[in-house]
Structure formats: C-alpha cells, structure tokens
T-cell receptor, first 118, second 116 residues
Framework: NAGVTQTPKFQVLKTGQSMTLQCAQD?????MSWYRQDPGMGLRLIHY???????DQGEVPNGYNVSRSTTEDFPLRLLSAAPSQTSVYFC?????????????????FGPGTRLTVL | GENVEQHPSTLSVQEGDSAVIKCTYS??????FPWYKQELGKRPQLIID?????GEKKDQRIAVTLNKTAKHFSLHITETQPEDSAVYFC???????????????FGSGTQLTVLP
C-alpha cells in the first residue's frame, strides 16, 4: 500500500492563480480530510468528507473547494490564491465513519504540500 | 465547537529526563484523545491515543493520562532520547453518537528538544 499520497510536494503561485492539490489513498478509507499547518497554530481543518459524494466544511474553509467523486481521491482546489494561503497542506484519511463502528481510528497523514503564494 | 489548548509551546529537557506536555479541551462530548509526533519536514504520526473510558495508557516510554472531570490530558515521555526531539500535537474528537463526523481538533503543538 502506498498509503496517503499528495502531489505536488512544493508549489509557488502568484496571487489570483488557481490550482488543485491532489490527495489519494489506497486503503479504502471512508473519511478524508484536508488540514493546513501554520507556525504556532497547529493543524486546522479545511474540509472533510465522510464518503464519496459527501463533503463538509471544517474550521477554515474560505477560499477552498473540495469534491469526492471516488473513495480514493479528495482534491483541494484553491480558487484564487492569496498570500494568506501560504502554508503546508496535509491530507489525511481514516477507516470508518459508521455509527455502528465503536472503535476509534487513527488518521493517516500524507507527506504534505508546501505552498507559497507571492 | 471544540477548543484544545496545549502547553508549553516549547520544552527543552536533558537526555534521560522526563517530559510532560499538557492539553485541555472544552467539549465534554469529546471521548478520543490522540497524540501525534511530527519530525522536521515530515508528516504527523500517531504515537499514542486514549479513550475516555480509561484514565491512563502506557506504551514503553510513553504514557498518556486523562482527567475527564477537569477536561485535561497529558503526554509523559520518560528517559528521553535525542530522537524524541520533534513537535508533538494533542487532539480531541467527539464520539460518533454525538452526531458529528470524525473530526479532530488539534492543539497548537509543543516543540520538544532533548539536549544530549
């Protein structure tokens, strides 16, 4: 298993440009999420998905869109990049979201994408 | 929503000493508390977690304690080694029965430096 993969590893954008950060997992996980990591602020949830076709907003969704057409892929789109979106972005996945599931599951993180917006 | 506060933001210890990192949470419906370790330039990785039905969990040199009444939990690392140097994050998550998805709320992180 490759686990959670992200592309690209590094990206530099100009203000106003758009781009898509890719995330894929091969573990058949239902739950996927996107975080941004900024110095001194920990990991903040941008968007998440509990399964194909279902997405919802996290703590800091403004300026980002997501979609989940397949179980494997969860791309994050920056609509019009701003310097405030300079950050490290992590995608994560977790096995179960069913209400019947009583176990608590680890979130597996991708390697991250370092984005700079000039 | 949930708010997780983590202290201290930086911690330096001598090799062989113990390190303690503390977190408090606000949502009484939270019942799962993982700790993640992130080495420089790497992804966060789970090192230990605890559920609200237990008060303490140990895994070799690492332990986590939970006080549900006070809404705080702590990470304890004994006999620290240079390879323990990293950023440590605590997190909290509500139970499935509370109607929320499996969202983790993270603390702001603690930079642990183990001095040789």
């Amino acid at each position: 298993n490759a686990g959670v993969t992200q592309t690209p590893k590094f990206q530099v954008l100009k203000t106003g440009q758009s781009m898509t950060l890719q995330c894929a997992q091969d573990m058949n996980h239902e739950y996927m999420s996107w975080y941004r990591q900024d110095p001194g602020m920990g990991l903040r949830l941008i968007h998440y998905s509990v399964g194909a076709g279902i997405t919802d907003q996290g703590e800091v969704p403004n300026g980002y869109n997501v979609s989940r057409s397949t179980t494997e892929d969860f791309p994050l789109r920056l609509l019009s990049a701003a310097p405030s979106q300079t950050s490290v972005y992590f995608c994560a996945s977790s096995p179960h979201t069913s209400r019947r599931q009583s176990s608590y599951n680890e979130q597996f993180f991708g390697p991250g994408t370092r984005l700079t917006v000039l | 929503g949930e708010n997780v506060e983590q202290h201290p933001s930086t911690l330096s210890v001598q090799e062989g000493d113990s390190a303690v990192i503390k977190c408090t949470y606000s949502d009484s419906a939270s019942n799962y508390f993982p700790w993640y370790k992130q080495e420089l330039g790497k992804r966060p990785q789970l090192i230990i977690d605890i559920r609200s039905n237990v008060g303490e969990k140990k895994d070799q040199r690492i332990a986590v304690t939970l006080n549900k009444t006070a809404k705080h939990f702590s990470l304890h690392i004994t006999e620290t080694q240079p390879e323990d140097s990293a950023v440590y994050f605590c997190a909290a998550r509500r139970g499935i029965s509370s109607g929320s998805a499996r969202q983790l709320t993270f603390g702001s992180g603690t930079q642990l430096t183990v001095l040789p």
